[in-house]
């Protein structure tokens, strides 16, 4: 039975109480605040995030016995300083990748590159001499918008380039560990990966903020389908639905998703020129009684907004 948050930060008595930082603006510093942020610089984490993976591992034990491991997104790098701390440098590899460039680190292998492209894969694979890794972790996350729908889908692409990646790295059995909003599309999400590991779980770290939706998926047991082929497409989109085999249970509430119409017709999403005979049409059916005739109304007698039986009239 798993637990979906876990305390494993020690914060000392009164601990949480931080006198407030004012920034130039005169506002309050979420930053300043937050018990991981001071705790990661009093013990040299790169990131507060340190404490998300940490606190996965206590809860999950994903690091016994990993001797090769990839940390898919890993800038600034504290994920892989955790890794690097956590597992003896004399039998475990570290492969860290970002398309940003990040500090070196002591014990980890480091590559600037796209987790969605195939010279990465070769790259990964040839510092662990061809065979697969026991764990692959990613804290990959877009430049996210405010706009949740795009955040969230945003952030789902980046899981399935995580996931279709990890097909191509990771061994029979093992470990596979990706942030993920919690939105309304996370339960497709979840049958989905389901069909290539044996147990997967949605984690919220104590760290993770109560505010936030991330959460994190921790997929044990990787097993590649009968039929399967590794490739960096949408693993998503290959696999076959349709079939029984696979689809035991809750997965058989998967919907195939279908594009209908002349795909190479007008796109729905694109400006096209009006003819240069064109006029302007009357709508085909005008609108009845609508309720803005209504309002209109009362607006004209200042009766708009006005509780029922008061005089529209200035006083
Ligand atoms: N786990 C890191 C840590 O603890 O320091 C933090 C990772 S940060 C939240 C997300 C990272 O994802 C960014 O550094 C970004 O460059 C990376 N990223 C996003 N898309 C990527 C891609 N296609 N390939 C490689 N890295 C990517």
Redesign the pocket.
Known sequence: MHHATFVSVRVPERGFFVTPHLDPMGKLSKEKRDVYYRKAKEEG???R??F??LQINEQFDIFSSVTKVV????????????LSRSLPHDSAQIVA????PMAPLDGVIQIQ????KSS?VTEILGHFGGVKADLV?S????DVTGMHDLDEYVQHQ?IV?ALNITTLLIKEGGTFVA?IFRGRDAALMIAQLRIFFEDVVIAKPRSSRNSSLEGFVVCRGYRSPPDFTPSLDNVFEVMQYSSEELLAGANRELVPFVLCGDLSGFDADMGYDLAADAHVQAPTAPPTDPPYKFAKKLQETQALGRPEGMSGSKE
Do not use: E
């Not at 990748?97 to 940003?100: G, Y």
């Open positions: 984490w790169r990131a995030s340190a998300k993976l940390d898919l997104c890993a800038a600034p790098g504290s994920w892989s300083q955790v990748v970002d398309l940003q590159g796209d987790i969605t990465t972790v804290d990959g996350a877009p980046l380039a942030k």
